[in-house]
Nanobody
Framework: QVQLVESGGGLVQSGGSLRLSCAPSRSIFSAYGWYRQAPGKQRELVAI???????NYAESVKGRFTLSRDNAKNTVYLQLNSLKPEDTAAYYCYVNLVGRSFWGPGTQVTVSS
């Protein structure tokens, strides 16, 4: 099992920035990233680094969001810049360990216009 603790969500004005953090309870995992889910919509991929090491972003966030990992702190980050109201959603940290997927409880990001 892997427990994920997320932080960094909040309320921000359009054009602002936030940094989301995710601390997994284990340091060894393959793929990792973030998904989000807005009210009434399906959960969607935001950014993911695959087991092969490539990082992919949703088209809607390319150039604005950056996924990173600090191995020394065993923390995964998502930097959100130039936020838009349509980025409002609950954001979920994700890791994959030996073919099993684990999710955090979610952190809310609200962007006001």
């Amino acid at each position: 099992q892997v427990q994920l603790v997320e932080s960094g969500g909040g309320l921000v004005q359009s054009g602002g920035s936030l940094r989301l953090s995710c601390a997994p309870s284990r340091s060894i995992f393959s793929a990792y990233g973030w998904y989000r889910q807005a009210p009434g919509k399906q959960r969607e991929l935001v950014a993911i680094t695959t087991a092969g090491g490539s990082t992919n972003y949703a088209e809607s966030v390319k150039g604005r969001f950056t996924l990173s990992r600090d191995n020394a702190k065993n923390t995964v980050y998502l930097q959100l810049n130039s936020l838009k109201p349509e980025d409002t959603a609950a954001y979920y940290c994700y890791v994959n360990l030996v073919g099993r997927s684990f999710w955090g409880p979610g952190t809310q990001v609200t962007v006001s216009s």
